[in-house]
Each structure stands twice: as C-alpha cells, then as structure tokens.
C-alpha cells in the first residue's frame, strides 16, 4: 500500500463527497432479461429496444403519449363511499386503498381527461393497473359514465386505455352492479352519434374485458397484450382441453377478429388520430 492509496484517495473522496447513485437508472426487461438505461426506455415508451417487449405504463405516462403535444386536463371525478361493506381479509379494505392512493398518487384505478388528439375534441379515460390490480369498483364505475358524460356534452370522442384484473372483489355485488352501469355510458356515447374507442393493455381482463372494454366501435390492442375474461388455467379445467399456443393474446384475438387491430405503441398515437379523421363526420364537415 502507498501512500496513494492510503492518505491521497482517501483524502479526495472525502473532499468531493461519495454521490448516491439513484436505484432505478436501469430496467430489466422481463421478456429477454436484457438491462434497459431509464432515458433509452422513456425515450422509446416503455417498450424493450432489444425485443419489442412492451412494458405496462401508467396511466399518466398514457394520456401524456396521447394527447397533442401532451397537453390535457384532468376532471374530478365523483366520490363513491370508501368502504361500503367494511370488507376485510388480511387487511381492511380502506387500509388497502390508503397504501394504494399513496403508491400512486391517484384517488382510484382510473384518471379521465380532455383535450385533443389529431387536433380533435377527446375524452380520455386510462386505467391505473398499479392502483390495487386495476380493479373495477363503484370509483372507476362513477368514472366511466363521468367521461361519457363530458364526451356527449362537448361533441367528443371518448377513448379508453383498459388494464384492469376484473371487479374488485372488496366491493362485492357493488362492483359487478359497475358492468352493466359501464355498458350504459358506453350507450349513452353511441345514440349521441360519438366515437367510443377502446384500447386493450396488458392485462385487460374480468368483468372489465365483460363490459364496456370489448364494446369499442374499434378495438385496438398492444402487442402480446393478455386479454380475456377467465384464467387460462380455470378454462382448461373447465372444458378439460388444453388451450391453443398463445390463447387470450392480443395477436391471437386479432387472427380470431375479436380484436380489429394490433397496434405497436409507438404507432398508437398517430392510429388513433386517423380514426378519429374518419369517424369524427360531423367535425370534419
């Protein structure tokens, strides 16, 4: 050892300090395990630049990608009872929405904004899958028809991002009484003449995947998205086959025409404003 090492570098360190360096600079891709700079994964919007692979986002980052210019604003969505049959398991439900509000920042699974996309008047309505699995209660419910009604009051079109395990089963009969309520808002747009688009996320499942998700007057789904209603496993069981390769994947929805069209989400943007040139008549007229 000399005295470099021993007086010098020591010295030098402690006059420039040791930086922390920051946890999360670099993701794994979970499809090719392959290790992903965070500049290089927001620049290509969450999507793995060795395979493809697209990584589940949140619903801010959806509306920012969406709207022109990534300009929007957010509503105030209406108040639903917290907990309205004092669920509890391991945990009491409202303990449950507490540590989900504070890992978010979002009051619910579900934000709803306005503003244009492709220079036309949209509503916005994205799921928040970090947000206790995405699950669909009387919130995301009251959401729904929310945005539905502000589409029909200013002549837009309303959008929806889904990505949701199902009902939220601390709700009980509360929130499978949000499907049909969902399909109504759904309704609502449709008889005002008004685009109702809808695009399926990994995952898009359950009593969303049930309702207004596969009501779009267009379906567009991302890349090896998991869509369905049941579980593989509780499929095969129940008919006692096994399933094709690749079944309740978004290609294979769309070979099946249950989805129209398979979207990369760097193209999503740029599609969704040529739907609306073609469907939003009135507009363009």
């Given amino acids: 050892m000399s005295w470099l090492s021993e007086y010098v570098r020591p010295k030098i360190r402690t006059l420039l300090g040791r930086r922390e360096v920051p946890e999360n600079l670099w993701h794994q891709c979970p499809a090719c395990q392959q290790m992903i700079f965070h500049r290089d994964l927001e620049k290509n919007l969450k999507v793995c630049p060795h395979c493809g692979h697209h990584l589940r986002a949140t619903a801010t980052e959806r509306l920012g990608w969406t709207f022109d210019e990534g300009h929007y604003t957010t509503i105030e969505l209406p108040k639903v009872p917290a907990d309205p049959l004092r669920f509890r398991d391991q945990k009491r439900y ?41 699950s669909m209660g009387a919130a995301v419910g009251e959401g729904i028809l929310a945005a539905a009604r502000l589409a029909c009051l200013q002549e837009a079109a309303l959008i929806v991002f889904t990505a949701s395990g199902g009902a939220r089963m601390q709700e009980g009969a509360i929130s499978l009484m949000q499907m049909p309520r969902t399909v109504l808002a759904v309704r609502m747009v449709k008889d005002a003449g008004l685009p109702y688009l809808v695009v399926l996320t990994d995952p898009t499942t359950g009593g969303v995947t049930a309702s207004f998700a596969m009501l779009g007057d267009i379906a567009i789904a991302e890349p090896n998205a998991l869509i369905g ?20 994947r978004a290609e294979y929805l769309h070979a099946h025409g249950i989805v129209d069209k398979v979207v990369p989400r760097g193209e999503l943007t740029a599609t969704l404003a040529r739907l609306l040139d073609l469907l939003m008549v009135k507009e363009a007229a």
Avoid: C, N, W, Y
């Fill in 94 to 134: 409202s303990e449950r929405l507490r540590e989900a509000r504070e890992k978010t920042t979002l009051d619910d699974a579900l934000i709803v904004a306005h503003g244009t996309v492709g220079g036309h008047k949209s509503v916005v309505a994205a799921m928040e899958f970090g947000f206790m699995g995405g």
């Fill in 229 to 248: 209603f049941a579980g593989q496993r509780v499929i095969e069981q129940t008919v006692r086959e096994k399933l094709p390769e690749g079944f309740q």
